[in-house]
Structure formats: C-alpha cells, structure tokens
C-alpha cells in the first residue's frame, strides 16, 4: 500500500504486479515535465518525460500520464520488478525556465 | 568510461573546515550543474555553468563557490563548513542548457557530513 507521513511517501508493491506513483506539481505554467529514478548510493537517472501539449507517453514498461486541470502527473511501472526498486522523482520545468524543479520523492519497494 | 564521476564520494569534516569536491564529465556536455539532496531526499539545483560561464545562481551562501576550469569540470569549493551543509551533492551536465531538449546525467553523488 502507500503511506504518506513526514518520511519519504512509499510504495510496497509485489514482484510482477503494477505500480502507480503519482505526483502533483505546483506551478500551472510548468510545460514540461520528467520522471526520474534514483538508486541506493547513486545519482538520478532519466526515465521519461512528457511535454504539456501530450497527456500521455509510453516507454518501456512505463507510463506517464499528465493532468493539467488538476496539476497531476503519474507514472506506472508495468510487472514490476525488484530492479525498479529506488526513490522516483517527478519534475517540472515551468515556461522560461531551462531547469527542472524536483517535486518530493517516492519510495517504491519492490518484494519478490 | 564513467559520464559524469564526483570526487570524493565520502567526505568527513570538522566544522569550520573549507573543503572542495571535483566533478568532470567526459560527454562532451556544454553545461553542468550543482544540486544538493538533504536527508529528506529534497533535490535542489544551487548552480549551473553553460561553457564555463555561471547562469545560475540560485539563493546559496557565499561560502560555496563553484569554478569551471574548462568545459569538462565543475568543482565546488566550500568555506567555514556548517553542520548544515551535511549533505550529499550531485553533479549534473546536459549538451545544452535547455533541459526540455537535452537529457541531465547525474553524477554518483558525495555525501558530505560535517562534524
């Protein structure tokens, strides 16, 4: 399940099963947005992205899905696999900005 | 053939103390960045060269002070180190200084823990 407190939101999901993280950003103006992933030990590492003329894009395994009208942002993990377990950064890059801003993380555990 | 590597990956320190942490990357990337990750895992961009010139600056003491040597390093030398400068520092570069259109590689990060 998903909790929410003053640590790290996380996600426990089992080997194989599907896994939403979602994310809500605060700036209306934002036009672009990235979905990171980040290991244990390492740097982040480039997932996915979505511009905000598209409300979808699929990669390999995973989904992005953008909701302008309530500013939400999710991104599903298809059979996931305890190689997807990491903390999963969403950010966004408001117009006239070159830089992204990182939203809060999600931890995802992945049990086999 | 590491893209992006930071050293030192550890480095302890006593407060007080000035310290420097070096990155270079060899994707022959025009722009690289600094972030700083606190203990909550709160990513947030301190600074950014594009061709060794500085073009952000975000609001950051001026203890730290970063410094392009060329194209391919980006070093961050830190002053009168804080307790609250514990933390662990990310560089970053992209071919270009528009993230829209050009992918950021992090580097593996150094925690930095002042004592």
């Known amino acids: 399940g998903e909790s929410v407190g003053l640590h790290l939101p996380t996600l426990s999901v089992q080997e194989g099963d599907n896994s939403i993280i979602n994310c809500a950003y605060s700036n209306s103006a934002s036009d672009y947005f990235i979905w990171y992933k980040q290991e244990s030990g390492k740097g982040p590492q480039f997932i996915i992205d979505i511009r905000s003329n598209m409300d979808k894009r699929q990669g390999q395994r995973v989904t992005v899905l953008l909701n302008k009208t309530v500013k939400h942002l999710s991104l599903q993990i298809a059979a996931t696999q305890p190689g997807d377990s990491a903390v999963y950064f969403c950010a966004e890059t408001p117009g006239g900005s070159y830089i992204p801003t990182f939203g809060r993380g999600t931890s995802l555990i992945v049990h086999p | 053939d590491t893209a992006v590597s930071q050293t030192p990956k550890y480095l302890v320190t006593q407060m007080g103390n000035d310290k420097s942490i070096k990155c270079e990357q060899n994707?022959?990337?025009?722009?690289m960045y600094w972030y700083k990750q606190d203990s909550k895992k709160f990513l947030k961009i301190m600074f950014s060269?594009?061709?060794?010139?500085?073009?952000i600056n975000e609001t950051v003491p001026n203890r730290f002070s970063p410094k392009s040597p060329d194209k391919a390093h980006l070093n961050l030398h830190i002053n009168s180190l804080e307790l609250g400068d514990s933390a662990v520092y990310f560089c970053?570069?992209?071919?270009?200084?528009?993230?829209?259109?050009?992918?950021?590689?992090f580097g593996p990060g150094t925690r930095l823990t002042v004592l």
């Open positions: 994707l022959g990337h025009d722009t």
């Open positions: 060269y594009n061709n060794k010139e500085l073009i």
């Open positions: 970053a570069s992209s071919h270009q200084r528009d993230t829209r259109t050009d992918t950021q590689y």
